[in-house]
């Protein structure tokens, strides 16, 4: 009897060490094997979101060349260097060329720049001119229509002494400009 049960039991023997080499031996390394596939998808898809990042980028880059010539202008407006002597020579060619005499000028709290939001600088400052009521309308809409963003605060004007009897009047402006 024995000898008949002995090819059963060899068997379920082989398939009870099969089935525990299996465990012990293969499931591991298809534990490792679904890990790394699993890594790879997760770098496919990152690979993916940054090429369509950079596609973006690209396309994003293409319609800001199109508009090259309005964003020369706001690098105008807001120039990345504060620069005194730049925005006072701006404004003695400008009044100049409108007919006025810069009489002085209080810059006293240019060095005392104020910070405005995402890094952008208030310059206040002070100046008089003298000219006639033409020159400075006209000196105005210069500063207004240049590229340059210059804001007038204030304006005070005074006229001439009556025994003097010229058309020239003292202005006195706080202007304001921006900087980074």
Known sequence: MM???????VVVLLLFVAAAGG???????YQEFSLKKQELETKDESIRQREEYLANLENLSKKLLKHQEQISKIET?????VSVAAIFKFLQKTSSENGLL?????IGELYNLKKTGAGVQQMPFNMSFVGSYKSFKNFLSSIYQNSRLIEVE???FSSPPKEEESNLFTFELTLQTYGY
């Open 154 to 156: 204030s304006i005070s």
């Open 23 to 29: 465990y012990f031996f293969c499931w591991p390394k």
């Open 3 to 9: 000898p008949k049960y002995i090819p059963i039991i």
């Open 102 to 106: 810069i009489e002085g000028t209080n």
């Open 77 to 81: 407006a807001l120039p990345d260097e």
